[in-house]
């Protein structure tokens, strides 16, 4: 299981993780649950741009630490030949290996970091770990769905000797 990354700085901030932090923190998620080759963006941002896409997407006006946003499947109507049902059962069984986009802003990830008392590489893991769950449909919207994610959070950040982050620091 290997993670393809598009990494995109768009930051001015100077601590921010190596690409192959990135990769092995996705690797580790996609080997933990089992999960073959699969592409992401992360987008490394500053807070107006955190703020924007949180405002425009989710209608809060703040910034925010990750921004998940899925893979969605392009509605192919229009693309393909109605009378063509051997073409269209290719297309609708197509594999596609894009999972999605993160968004991180980075300094919303050192402020937390120091407010939680956390080694900030610890956060970075975190937030990709959780952003990369989002991607692949956990929530935690309501408390049994939260504990599920909480504790695949847990156990996969295990693995890369990171605390657990939702205990108090």
């Not at 209608?59 to 073409?87: A, C, H, R, W, Y």
Request: charged share 20%.
């Amino acid at each position: 299981m290997s993670a393809v990354l598009d990494l995109q700085l768009a930051s001015e901030q100077s601590d921010i993780p190596a690409q192959n932090d990135f990769v092995a923190w996705l690797d580790q998620v996609f080997a933990a649950l089992n999960i073959a080759d699969k592409e992401i963006t992360i987008r490394i941002v500053d807070e107006p741009e955190s703020q924007q896409l949180n405002y425009q997407y989710r209608s809060k006006n703040s910034s925010t630490n990750v921004l998940s946003f899925p893979f969605e499947m392009p509605d192919f109507m229009g693309l393909v030949d109605d009378n063509d049902d051997e073409q269209n059962n290719s297309l609708a069984d197509a594999e596609f290996n894009l999972l999605g986009d993160l968004v991180i802003c980075a300094p919303v990830v050192t402020k937390e970091a120091q407010q939680q008392n956390k080694p900030l590489l610890h956060h970075w893991a975190h937030m990709v770990v959780h952003g990369t769950l989002h991607l692949l449909g956990y929530d935690h919207i309501n408390d049994d769905d939260a504990e599920h994610m909480e504790a695949l959070e847990r156990q996969i950040l295990q693995q890369l000797a990171i605390d657990d982050p939702y205990q108090n620091h």
